[in-house]
């Protein structure tokens, strides 16, 4: 263990707590020592102090809240509160080989799960050959109708994902969901990015980091690379590509502005769009500009209110028949939730199989469905060592923890498993990866730090050009000692993620 300053923040050393650790593991003598590519990190680390650090991760917090880097956290029957995700100010790091793995895996994924969508939607031979069940896709709450038969621009279903990945015991990376629809998060990577170059600036100087300020760039040129216009020279205005958001009351509104704003291009909400002759235009103080591409951070259910729910706000008046058309593209495409529906999760292994005929390179974490009769009983016998999901729920919502679950509880989701046994899945507690994290002391006033757990969203762009990964993601990290949870919407924070050259 490097030699820390006497007050410094690792002046007790470092417990890893019998966990796989990011940052540490125990030598051949047992003692705990950094791993090699943290060796220089850590021993920079080590000649801090605790209040230097804590001003530090206050300085951070606080300019977060003033740039507005916030989101909304909803709760049952209380008023909503307007937050900040935490930011811890010690780094996570990857070397250049292990993310090379992560990111052929995440590559590999991402195409077969196109792949699939593409034929959920037109000739269906998966499900005729019986590798996804017919009825689990065809009950699936995302799966729409409407869309089937309807073709896409390159046959591209899927622009913009967020895989979520963990590491158990062994190290080995795992996949523990797919985010298809409006994954996000990706602006807290690029704001986590430009806090700790400001703050904690000398961190960078030896290591070699990636960049991530790229990442708005691509998927701008992904976006207009979808445009129906694109073939058409000297199409008026050129490609119109505009952010559409369910407005300031959503959870993750600043992002979307965020993310309109680095691409420059408009941010809208549904009223300031309308559908004429199928196609879309926006309302300007100069008159109408037809729109070609739509970011869309609005679920499908309230796109159109003629084609999905009547009464909603959010979304335009005959949007989808302008898509039907082909005079419009959204990303992600109409239709994608599918494919991260928790029940097909447990069979992406053998997507990737049937439609690449390669083996995946990034595990799932074994996972039961319920409606399997064999899978129900195991999972009724076994509740209170599992966790349970709801098939379509995020967040950290509609779940139970089988391990710190009371009676209770565990009777309450044995009740509703039975009922709706579709909408449940189950998997074993994984005993996720810790990272050195800065915890406070009592008064606030100094810290040290402790392993917390942490699990790593990844973001992928798929475009015209091909499929690529930002170096890095959003590196999530349950705050509260011994929680498993890691949601922004449960009390968990966040870290930069650095992937060296």
């Known amino acids: 263990m490097p030699q820390s300053a006497p007050g410094g923040v690792l002046r007790d050393g470092y417990d890893t707590g019998g966990f796989y650790d990011e940052a540490f593991e125990r030598g051949s003598d047992g003692v705990v020592v950094p791993r090699a590519h943290y060796a220089e990190l850590v021993a920079q680390i080590a000649s801090m102090d605790g209040p230097e650090v804590r001003r530090a991760t206050e300085l951070a917090n606080r300019s977060f809240l003033h740039r507005g880097v916030t989101f909304t956290v909803y709760s049952e029957g209380e008023q909503s509160a307007e937050r900040i995700l935490p930011f811890d100010p010690i780094p996570r790091i990857l070397p250049a080989d292990e993310w090379a793995v992560v990111e052929a895996g995440l590559r590999q994924r991402i195409q077969a799960l196109n792949r699939f969508l593409h034929d959920v939607y037109h000739g269906q031979e998966i499900l005729r050959d019986g590798i996804v069940p017919r009825r689990l896709v065809v009950l699936a709450r995302d799966f729409r109708r409407e869309v089937v038969g309807i073709d ?20 080995r990376w795992m996949v523990l969901e797919d985010n298809l629809r409006t994954p996000s998060g990706v602006s807290y990577v690029l704001a986590n990015r430009q806090i700790m170059t400001r703050t904690l600036p000398d961190w ?40 559409l958001t369910p407005g300031i009351y959503n959870s993750a509104y600043f992002e979307h502005a965020f993310l309109a704003q680095q691409m420059g291009v408009e941010l809208v909400e549904g009223r300031d769009l309308f559908v004429l002759e199928n196609r879309v235009y926006m309302r300007t103080t100069t008159g109408r500009r037809q729109v070609d591409v739509i970011y869309r951070r609005i679920d499908d259910e309230f796109l159109d209110p003629l084609a999905f729910r ?192």
Request: charged share 20%.
């Open 204 to 243: 960078f100087a030896e290591l070699g980091v990636r960049s991530v300020d790229s990442y708005a760039g691509q998927l701008l040129d992904n976006l207009v690379g979808l445009s129906p216009r694109r073939a058409v020279p000297g199409a008026a205005g050129g490609p119109g590509v505009v952010v």
């Open 310 to 501: 009547s009464e909603s706000m959010l979304g335009v008046a005959g949007l989808l028949g302008a898509v039907r058309t082909g005079n419009v593209t959204l990303a992600n495409a109409i239709g994608t939730g599918v494919a991260d529906d928790k029940v097909v999760y447990r069979y992406v292994p053998e997507i990737i199989r049937y439609y690449l005929g390669e083996e995946p390179i990034l595990d799932n974490v074994p996972t039961y469905l319920p409606s399997d009769p064999e899978h129900l009983d195991h999972v009724l016998r076994n509740l209170e060592s599992l966790v349970v999901k709801q098939a379509n729920a995020s967040g950290g919502y509609g779940m139970l923890m089988g391990p710190s679950a009371d009676e209770d509880e565990l009777e309450d989701f044995r009740s509703r498993i039975v009922a709706n046994p579709r909408d449940y899945i189950a998997q074993p507690v994984i005993p996720l990866s810790r990272h050195p994290t800065f915890v406070p002391d009592e008064r606030g006033e100094s810290g040290t730090l402790q392993g917390r757990h942490v699990d790593l969203r990844p973001y992928v762009l798929s475009g015209p050009d091909g499929i690529s990964v930002l170096p890095g993601g959003l590196t999530r990290v349950a705050l509260v000692r011994g929680s498993l949870v890691v949601n922004s919407s449960q009390g968990g924070g966040s870290k930069d993620t650095w992937v060296l050259q």
């Open 152 to 171: 896409v621009p390159d046959d591209q279903y899927i622009h913009v994902a967020g895989c979520d990945l963990i590491r158990g015991d062994d190290g």
